[in-house]
């Protein structure tokens, strides 16, 4: 067989894995619920593998090498935040979501959660979150269909519109099939196959290099600046890069996890899984940006300083350092890493469509035969429109990330943050609140003097909790409805 037959051998079987874990989850799944949160049965192993693996995306086997190789580890602030964003986001959200949302008529999405959480008879609150979920996700899917074309492009050479839709097709068919279940399935081995490609690549690279000591002299000499984490990085650089982490907070495909698990005690459990996870992931991705530069340096294939070339260093050196077979199972962990968030994200998207905006509105009453249908059919109409706003391919992977990570983190963070740690929230509050951090990242973002400045998280999240607090004095306090369900949920969150 030749090396291309040997990949796409390998590609095919992940491709059937993802597909017949989507049909078992199809047989599963047979309410709204089950579709949407798994029937709130999702254990803290399979939840924290399936939050990394949604987060990651594309990002860290090719966005973050990709910046690693180009620039050193002064790129690797990212990187930092993101741990201990993750970690803060297990601890302080997770087991007050899981109980809070129960208590508030069982909620299963974030706009939901917030509506009954302050009870907003007007559904302007569940409305808006839902608008701002649509208007992000709209970026934040596209950058997984980037992803996508780009790493067909670069393996096979096919054009890349053919990759993307390729990608597309997959991820949209065991998501339209098993819903929730089938995304956390397929996470859990999409993130360990992620995190052994990233700890295999480097290791081996360096081995075929002679060793640590020989790969560190390369690269000192080669590439002197790429050790330094300060090295022509301004502080305002290193603030925006570790700002990252204030994104976790407010990420609805990350946080709907927590409202899966079977309890709020699992939270702990979830906690050191998905953190161990994500420190090996992101160590392994830094590694591979890095020794990239030695190992190419030495194979005289050296990537250009463009970035989008530069993505390409994972999907490369897997490709030098494997035979064809393992080396399209490394490829597959790419697949793994930009199908697990775009899974996530359709899923999410599809919520808010028929959950928080056809009932939200429309406030009928709905079979749940009817409902699992109508999730399914907005989770190919989503896939439909992100794959024609994604063909233009106009940005790179990690801006593309950047901006949607920004308009959550910003909208949704510190309301959700006190909507579970204050109870004198109002919805006044929540709404104002979550409004001006969208538009404050959305200015910002598309600002070129502003973005350049600092990253448009830190001043729409500072925004956001600081007018919905003022808002909050500023109007009715929560009826003793609100303030007892509150107490509830604290109290259910230490069971």
Not at 168 to 193: N, P
Not at 245 to 265: C, T
């Amino acid at each position: 067989m030749s090396s291309t037959s040997w990949t796409i051998l390998a590609l095919v079987v992940y491709f059937v894995a993802m597909i017949g874990i989507g049909l078992y989850a199809f047989r599963k799944t047979t309410s709204h619920e089950g579709y949407m949160l798994a029937d709130r049965q999702l254990h803290p192993f399979t939840a924290a593998l399936s939050a990394g693996a949604s987060d990651m995306s594309g990002w860290l086997l090719m966005g973050l090498p990709g910046a690693i190789y180009i620039s050193g580890l002064c790129e690797a602030w990212i990187a930092v935040g993101l741990t201990v964003g993750a970690w803060l986001n297990w601890k302080i959200v997770a087991p007050r979501l899981r109980s809070y949302s129960v208590v508030t008529q069982d909620s299963i999405t974030i706009p939901t959660f917030l509506e009954n959480r302050l009870h907003d008879s007007s559904h302007v609150l569940r409305i808006c979150s839902g608008l701002v979920i649509l208007f992000f996700f709209t970026f934040y899917v596209s950058s997984g269909m980037v992803a996508g074309g780009t790493f067909f492009q670069a393996t096979f050479g096919t054009s890349y519109l053919t990759g993307m839709l390729i990608v597309s097709g997959v991820v949209v068919l065991y998501t339209f099939v098993g819903g929730f279940l089938a995304v956390s399935y397929t996470d859990v081995v999409q993130g360990l196959l992620m995190m052994t490609a990233l700890i295999a690549i480097p290791i081996t690279a360096v081995v075929s290099l002679g060793g640590f000591s020989e790969t560190t002299d390369i690269i000192r000499t080669s590439f002197p600046d790429h050790f330094s984490m300060v090295h022509g990085v301004a502080p305002l650089t290193i603030v925006s890069a570790l700002g990252w982490g204030l994104g976790y907070v407010g990420q609805p495909h990350i946080i709907v996890r927590f409202m899966a698990l079977r309890s709020p005690r699992e939270a702990a459990y979830g906690r050191r899984v998905g953190t161990t996870w994500m420190a090996v992931s992101i160590l392994g991705a830094i590694a591979t940006g890095l020794v990239g530069c030695a190992y190419l340096h030495v194979d005289g294939h050296e990537l250009t300083e463009s970035q989008q070339t530069a993505e390409t260093v994972f999907l490369v050196m897997g490709q030098k350092l494997f035979h064809p077979f393992l080396a399209g199972v490394v490829l597959a962990a790419v697949l793994a890493a930009i199908m697990s968030t775009i899974s996530s994200q359709l899923l999410v998207t599809s919520s808010v469509l028929v959950e928080d905006l056809y009932r939200g509105i429309f406030k009928k009453k709905v079979s749940q035969r009817r409902l699992v249908l109508l999730s399914r059919f907005a989770v190919l109409a989503v896939a439909i429109v992100a794959a024609l706003l994604a063909i233009p391919r106009s940005n790179t992977i990690l801006e593309l990330v950047a901006f949607a990570w920004a308009g959550f983190g910003a909208a949704f963070g510190p309301i959700i943050v006190l909507s579970l740690w204050w109870k004198r929230l109002t919805k006044e509050g929540a709404i104002a609140g979550l409004l001006t951090g969208a538009v404050v990242v959305a200015v910002w973002g598309f600002t070129p003097v502003l973005s350049s400045l600092i990253y448009e998280m830190i001043p729409g999240f500072c925004a956001n909790m600081l007018v919905a607090v003022i808002v909050s004095y500023l109007t009715k306090p929560p009826s003793e409805q609100v303030v007892a369900e509150f107490e509830k949920a604290v109290k259910d969150s230490r069971e």
